[in-house]
Structure formats: structure tokens, C-alpha cells
T-cell receptor, first 111, second 113 residues
Framework: QKEVEQNSGPLSVPEGAIASLNCTYSDRGSQSFFWYRQYSGKSPELIMFIYSNGDKEDGRFTAQLNKASQYVSLLIRDSQPSDSATYLCAVIFTGGFKTIFGAGTRLFVKA | EAQVTQNPRYLITVTGKKLTVTCSQNMNHEYMSWYRQDPGLGLRQIYYSMNVEVTDKGDVPEGYKVSRKEKRNFPLILESPSPNQTSLYFC????????????FGNGTRLTVT
């Protein structure tokens, strides 16, 4: 069974702090990794994707991938109340036909 | 505007009454997929389609059917809905380049009584 694991949270951080969200996956051959943000009652929207080991930065967001340890993380710098949402980690497993999602981590940013 | 359109947004029905949730995308994407989302379980894939007339089961296909007669449309069919199919459903598409992200519709909240 191919799995993607996330801490369900909630994760609570004060405004301006760094929020760190983590995700592990079971298939060592996975190639593509995504972070989606989902506000309550809304559809998921893509924040970042990463394919190579290391860090990838986009504005306040940094995705980190470590294939040897099979984890991917998302750092949100200068967290804002508008960042309060559920963050979904998604992995395309070997073969590339299916995107598997973690259950999501709820983030609360306190003003 | 590039988008994935699902209809209806909300649907309340009774056990056993066949229903169809429509999904259409205007981005010429080859890949389309249906997910259901339940509290604590995240998004689980129901069916996916790699191209016209090519469909395959996801992780939770029981009780669902799909068809892909045209590239833009991928309807989800519940022949005999049951209360355990009460859920939030999302249609998604991607162009299936290596590691392409998914574009989601706005969702359909289905209640089966």
C-alpha cells in the first residue's frame, strides 16, 4: 500500500513565525512532490512542487525534499492569519499514474 | 479562463436513486481524476483516466462508474447511491507532463439519505 503520512495537527503558530509542515512517503521511487493549500469548503490549490533533493524557494514558501529519508517539508516564513488552512502533501508514485494525498495538516496562524 | 467545472455544487438525494456528477475541463488535459474527501481521511482517488476511452480504478472505486468519451468530460456516475457515499467530491485534471500538478474543480457536496 503506497502511503503519504502527515501530522494532522492542528499546528498553531503566532503571526510572523515560521510554520514547518512535514510529510513522509512510502515509495522510494517517487519522483514528484506537491504541496496544496485548502481552505475550509474550498478546492485544493497548488502552492509548490519539487522534484529534486534540496530546497526550493518561492516567496515566503520553501519546499524541502530528502529522497533518502523519504520526506518532504514545507516552511512558511512570516506566517500570516491568511495562511490558516489545511496543507495537503501529494506524491506521484513510481509509474506516474496516480497522485496520492496525505490526510493534511491544519495550520492556525494566530494574530 | 482555464478551469475545471463540476456540477452540481450541492446535491441531496435518496438511497438508490441514480445520479451523475459532471466534470468538464477546457485546458485540453489528457489526465482526469475523481477524488472524494472525508474528514480525517484526506483525498482518496476513485477513478482516473489517462485519455479518451482509457479509465482505471483508484483506491476507492466501489459503487462508482466513470466514462471518458470526450477529452474534456469525465462524469462520475453513482448507479445506486448509499449513505456511505455522502462526501465531498472533487474532479481534477492535469496535462500529464512529468509530475504535473492537478487542477481541481470547485467540488460537489453530496448527501445521500
Amino acid at each position: 500500500q503506497k502511503e503519504v503520512e502527515q501530522n494532522s495537527g492542528p499546528l498553531s503558530v503566532p503571526e510572523g513565525a515560521i510554520a514547518s509542515l512535514n510529510c513522509t512517503y512510502s515509495d522510494r521511487g517517487s519522483q514528484s512532490f506537491f504541496w496544496y493549500r485548502q481552505y475550509s469548503g474550498k478546492s485544493p490549490e497548488l502552492i509548490m512542487f519539487i522534484y529534486s533533493n534540496g530546497d526550493k524557494e518561492d516567496g515566503r514558501f520553501t519546499a524541502q525534499l530528502n529522497k533518502a529519508s523519504q520526506y518532504v517539508s514545507l516552511l512558511i516564513r512570516d506566517s500570516q492569519p491568511s495562511d490558516s488552512a489545511t496543507y495537503l502533501c501529494a506524491v506521484i508514485f513510481t509509474g506516474g499514474f496516480k497522485t496520492i494525498f496525505g490526510a493534511g495538516t491544519r495550520l492556525f496562524v494566530k494574530a | 479562463e482555464a478551469q475545471v467545472t463540476q456540477n452540481p455544487r450541492y446535491l441531496i438525494t435518496v438511497t438508490g436513486k441514480k445520479l451523475t456528477v459532471t466534470c468538464s475541463q477546457n485546458m485540453n488535459h489528457e489526465y482526469m481524476s475523481w477524488y472524494r474527501q472525508d474528514p480525517g481521511l484526506g483525498l482518496r482517488q476513485i477513478y482516473y483516466s489517462m485519455n479518451v476511452e482509457v479509465t482505471d480504478k483508484g483506491d476507492v472505486p466501489e459503487g462508482y462508474k466513470v466514462s471518458r468519451k470526450e477529452k474534456r468530460n469525465f462524469p462520475l456516475i453513482l448507479e445506486s447511491p448509499s449513505p456511505n457515499q455522502t462526501s465531498l467530491y472533487f474532479c481534477a485534471s492535469s496535462d500529464r507532463g512529468i509530475g504535473s500538478p492537478l487542477h481541481f474543480g470547485n467540488g460537489t457536496r453530496l448527501t445521500v439519505t
